[in-house]
């Protein structure tokens, strides 16, 4: 059973910057894909990135390419998401996720965590 906790969110002026992280205990971190999704009340979680257990390539959602970044570091059981330019519209609860391969789909995933509140706002 895999145990992932995210901190690093918070209040943002729109242009500003954020760093998430999500540390992972419980399994072979290493051994997962790991991704970020998002949530605001009424709409579905959207994908915003996600990087194989190769660390080869990440992948990002439209609404987040260019300005976000994944990264992991097997070493410390930890995945990041450092996010540039934030908008008002990335306003969300962000939550990590591990899986078994790198999709784009929360089915792809089976373990999450509780989530992080990010706002971004003047």
């Known amino acids: 059973q895999v145990q992932l906790v995210e901190s690093g969110g918070g209040l943002v002026q729109p242009g500003g910057s954020l760093r998430l992280s999500c540390a992972a205990s419980?399994?072979?971190?290493?051994?997962?894909?790991m991704a970020w999704f998002r949530q605001v009340p009424g709409k579905e979680r959207e994908f915003v990135a996600a990087?194989?257990?190769?660390?080869?390539?990440?992948s990002y959602g439209k609404a987040v390419k260019g300005r976000f970044t994944i990264s992991r570091d097997n070493a410390k059981n930890t995945v990041y998401l450092r996010m540039n330019s934030l908008k008002p519209e990335d306003t969300a609860v962000y939550y990590c996720?591990?899986?078994?391969?790198?999709?784009?789909?929360?089915?792809?995933?089976?373990?999450w965590g509780q989530g992080t509140q990010v706002t971004v706002s003047s």
């Open positions: 996720a591990a899986g078994e391969e790198q999709v784009a789909d929360t089915a792809g995933y089976n373990y």
């Open positions: 419980g399994g072979t971190f290493s051994s997962y894909a």
């Open positions: 990087f194989g257990w190769s660390a080869r390539m990440a």
